[in-house]
């Protein structure tokens, strides 16, 4: 049996909102002892962190990796080495590949790729209707003795609200967790900006932030008649915020998250049509990032996701409404959420709070935690480390970010999973 000894850590617990020095133990993959500088004990190995921060590895709801269908764009190998690249060890798939993940056989397939490609834990979510098409539930009960972990149409929003309701009857009876994208589908079809006077400016196709509202209105009301396990993908607008609130107030079932493009870029970094900044929903105005910030700082937002989202150069490369949304965002997710950590707007804590704790808490898993008995799954990191981003560097596949040739501060030094390291940087 060999230990693994962290000394010279500056450890981020978010369970208790700590951020002090102090050393790590690990043995078997599992987290032996935490404790303060002065009382280090012996082990087989010893890891000096430098001073560097130690922190539970993120779990990331929503990651798109293009298998079936389009391997060209992301592979659970690709996928895999770019998490952990940025200090993700958890990957929570979702089901918008061609074909959809919608049937048993097609989550075992994917199951048995990601754990062979891969270097950090696949957790696959499935479809919640058929195609993702809206008109009939998924077997919810079959999928989830499959592996399923979550239901997400994703992007495609469940408009019959008696399939939606019947689908969240269900998955009350089951215990399984529905995860929804917030938008009302009439207003915001076609958007490619928030309405206001950038966009009028810009001449683009644009949806009020009210779709949003309506849209997580609609879902609360059938949360109150059906009692399901909610969790809400992107909740980007101010406008929404208050509806969050009282459906939590009321005792619903309901967690929210928001998407890191969302909470540290605005709509005007679109500027000239720059398609890389093309995302789902799309960047919101000033007032709302700021407003999201606090919702995140205060815990009424409860989960920052990448939301990564390869795309082909042919895809992007084309006029702004025509071109396809999305970014990727597993290496910039951690150095991204730095930004807000360097502005002063949140604290480390918070930030693993949110990253790590809450959608481990979430999908029922034992991560996220830096505490005796929980796994071994860990980021080292230097939050100060300076760097400009070079989008072909990124592990990847598609190299669609909208921070290449931006300066970020923070950089990934190990990745661990199960205590083992999976990245090291060089």
Known sequence: MTSTLFTNARLIDPEQGTDAPGWLLIEQGVIKAVGSESDAPDADEVVDCAGHCLAPGIVDIGVKVCEPGERHKESYRSAG?????????????RPDTQPSIDSPEALEFIARRANAAGPVHVLPMAALTKGREGREMTEIGFLMDAGAVAFTDCDHVVTNTKVLSRALTYARALGALVIAHPQEPGLSAGAAATSGKFASLRGLPAVSPMAERM???RDIALL???????????ITTARALPALERAKRNGLDITAGTSIHHLTLNEMDVADYRTFFKVKPPLRSESDRQAVIEAVRSGLI?????????????S??????EAASGAVALET?????LRLYHSGDLDLPTLFRAMALNPAKRLGLASGRIAAGAPADLVLFDPDKPFVMDRTTLRSKSKNTPFDGQRLQGKVRATYVAGRPVFEAP
């Open 81 to 93: 080495l770019a998490a952990a690249a940025g200090g993700v060890t958890t990957m929570v798939t």
């Open 215 to 217: 849209g997580l209105d």
């Open 224 to 234: 109150e008649m059906t009692g399901a396990r909610y969790h809400a993908d992107q």
């Open 302 to 314: 409860d989960v920052i996701s990448s939301m990564h989202t390869p795309q082909d150069e042919e």
């Open 316 to 321: 992007k490369r084309l006029p702004f409404e």
């Open 333 to 337: 997710l951690l150095p991204a959420a």
